[in-house]
């Protein structure tokens, strides 16, 4: 398994681009009420943060309590970063947020919120690896693992069952 280093130098060389990216980008309307007001948009970005330090964090939480340390290092391969990153854009493009600099902000937060000093580095790191097979499989997991429990109400587990695998890919 693919892992990665807390750096910003690291660099995919092969695979497909990712659903979560593409969706990302497509360009949506906010409603007026949102763009006119700056308070409701600033109410509605710390949702979204929330919402997404919520999802992968419990999941982290609880995998990290249950294997301890081990599930640590699994966090930095790029099938977690990949699942993490897809999650992140899913919530995004639910929120309808097309905007470079709002999604660049916002995941910016993101990262900072759950990885503290590290956060930035893996976020580039995540851009950067756009390309990877083995980021895009978990991108589209985290993806399309979001988009049903909007549908379900389950909440999505499968970084948890990753973090907790011994070398298994989900």
């Not at 947020?97 to 759950?114: A, H, M, P, T």
């Amino acid at each position: 398994m693919a892992t990665r280093k807390a750096t910003s130098k690291t660099k995919s060389k092969t695979g497909k681009k990712t659903s979560p990216k593409s969706a990302v980008k497509k360009e949506s309307k906010t409603p007026k009420s949102k763009k006119s007001d700056p308070a409701s948009g600033e109410e509605e970005k710390q949702k979204i943060i929330d919402l997404a330090c919520r999802m992968v964090g419990t999941q982290i939480q609880s995998a990290s309590e249950e294997a301890g340390e081990a599930c640590q290092d699994r966090l930095l391969e790029f099938y977690s970063l990949g699942y993490m990153y897809g999650m992140f854009c899913s919530i995004l493009a639910s929120y309808g947020k097309s905007s470079e600099e709002d999604r660049v902000v916002i995941l910016s937060e993101i990262y900072q919120n759950l990885f503290g000093a590290d956060g930035a580095d893996l976020l580039d790191e995540s851009i950067d690896l756009q390309e990877n097979e083995i980021f895009h499989a978990g991108g589209e997991l985290g993806w399309n693992e979001l988009q049903d429990a909007g549908r379900t109400r389950e909440a999505p587990g499968s970084l948890k069952t990753f973090l907790m695998g011994e070398g298994k890919t989900l």
